[in-house]
């Protein structure tokens, strides 16, 4: 989507529909998906040739291809509530036990992340010094001081230094591809800023959760259907697939939206369609789109959100699927995989995923399917780098570490330019400056990974609270 001259509003006719969603990822399609069970009459605009964004699966050979996210932790009890909105046309399934081995790569080889307190001196990750300091901060550590801190100073203060720079740099990696000294702690994960100003010590924090946890898990309402991490028998593109199907002829692919306008009691819409319409109009406008497509579309009417949000540092990645004949694998790959810390930076990926080591259907018995990362923090011009290049670097990457011998029966490259916006310090006060610009024209909402959370869970999360929003204020339209 690309800024254009600015609409001029005619006199509005009568609305195309009541809302329009414009942005088929996940945050968009959970919006218009509550909307849609509500009874709110809704369309859903994207501008590719198929929805789910970046959360993509494709059938190959035998293979099942996640070309972004590959799993999700159910946290989130909106996002077990979409799950079992779409019971009947996908199958949850939960990933294999091995997968709860975790790798990081660490001075040329793989070690195990540590399990136990016994662990954290064994695992060859830590120094006995460093080991000996995480220990002291699992029985105490320092409060915050009521000041927002990135990642890298409350890992620190909390376990030390050598807990930053291995543990939690390599796990942010995984998540968000960026960097821990940049990163705020508080706008990434919310709990931390709760734990930093009520606990000394995580053991404490646990021990006190304990009595309300066992009365969650005893109460039937709140049992949760599914725990841990888990996919879909189609992969994860089959979620948005379902929601699709769910809204039915109230999506409209290959519908990019050009500009918009608010009206007398809407907003119109300037779209560049393959169709013979290139105008709609609604009363209640949903933004799901990304945060640099989003600025364009608010530059003429909200200037100061276009020019916060057109600034938001965001990461780029590119997810390379190879496929191996078993045989050629030496490495067991007991795991779910590993990923590299920031103390490693000569090695060229972010980390490894043995896709069909945590769900066996995502390839054939007889072969083995790796989901490699590169980018982020870590190769910051990712997407200027040649394919060609980067493959022959994983592949030397995969021989060294895994002993990966022979070619690759497959090789399935993705670019993702802008993927992940990284939170960065003063990332909770863009998005409030952000929200009181849009919030003075009625009926404008927005929704994106750039807002609340990156993760599906957060953005499935924010999707309903949209949801609700709107129908709110279309029960006080009626209302009144």
């Not at 695992?123 to 801190?149: H, I, K, M, Q, Y």
């Not at 039937?220 to 888990?230: F, K, N, S, T």
């Amino acid at each position: 989507m690309t800024a254009v001259a600015p609409l001029v509003p005619p006199r509005p006719g009568p609305p195309a529909c009541d809302v329009i969603v414009v942005g088929g990822g996940i945050s968009g399609l959970t919006v218009a998906w509550h909307l849609h069970r509500a009874g709110a009459d809704v369309t859903l605009l994207e501008s590719q040739t198929q929805v789910g964004g970046a959360v993509r699966t494709a059938h190959r050979d035998g293979f099942l291809l996640e070309k972004g996210p590959f799993n999700v932790i159910v946290r989130a009890p909106e996002f077990e509530e979409l799950l079992a909105g779409v019971a009947t046309r996908v199958r949850v399934v939960t990933a294999s036990d091995e997968a709860k081995n975790r790798y990081i790569y660490r001075h040329g080889r793989l070690r195990r992340v540590p399990s136990g307190l016994l662990t954290l001196f064994t695992s060859g990750l830590l120094t006995a010094g460093g080991a000996l300091r995480a220990l002291r901060g699992l029985l105490v550590s320092a409060r915050g001081d009521g000041r927002e801190v990135t990642l890298d100073e409350f890992a620190t203060r909390r376990f030390g230094r050598e807990v930053a720079d291995t543990l939690v740099s390599a796990a942010i990696a995984g998540i968000l591809a960026g960097d821990i000294r940049r990163l705020s702690a508080y706008a990434a994960f919310p709990v931390l800023e709760d734990f930093d100003r009520t606990s000394c010590t995580p053991l404490g924090r646990t021990l006190r959760r304990v009595p309300g946890m066992l009365r969650k898990r005893r109460d039937p309402a709140q049992r949760r259907r599914w725990r841990g991490l888990v996919s879909l028998d189609t992969g994860l593109g089959g979620l948005c697939d379902a929601l699709a199907a769910e809204l039915g002829p109230r999506v409209r692919c290959a519908h990019a939206v050009e500009a918009i306008a608010p009206v007398a009691d809407g907003f119109r819409l300037r779209l560049r369609t393959p169709d013979a319409q290139p105008e709609l109009y609604c009363r209640r406008l949903v933004l799901a789109t990304p945060a640099r497509q989003t600025a364009a579309l608010l530059a003429d009417h909200a200037p100061a959100a276009a020019r916060i949000l057109g600034a938001l540092e965001s990461a780029s990645l590119t997810v390379i699927n190879l496929a191996y004949r078993r045989e050629h694998v030496a490495h067991p790959l007991d795991g779910f995989g590993f990923l590299v810390p920031r103390n490693e930076p000569d090695f060229p990926l972010m980390g490894v995923l043995w896709a069909d080591s945590a769900f066996p259907h995502h390839a054939p018995a007889s072969c083995r399917l790796l989901r490699v990362f590169m980018g982020g923090a870590r190769t910051p011009d990712i997407i200027q780098r040649d394919p060609a290049q980067l493959v022959d670097a994983t592949r030397r990457a995969l021989r060294d570490v895994l002993g990966v011998n022979g070619e690759p029966l497959l090789v399935d490259l993705c670019p993702y330019a802008d993927a992940i916006p990284q939170y960065t310090l003063g990332h909770r006060e863009r998005v409030a400056a952000v929200r009181a610009s849009v919030g003075v024209i009625p009926g404008l909402h927005l929704a994106g990974n750039y807002l609340e959370g990156v993760s599906i869970n957060d953005c499935v999360k924010l999707g309903k609270k949209v949801a609700l929003e709107v129908l709110a204020q279309r029960a006080a339209r009626a209302a009144r």
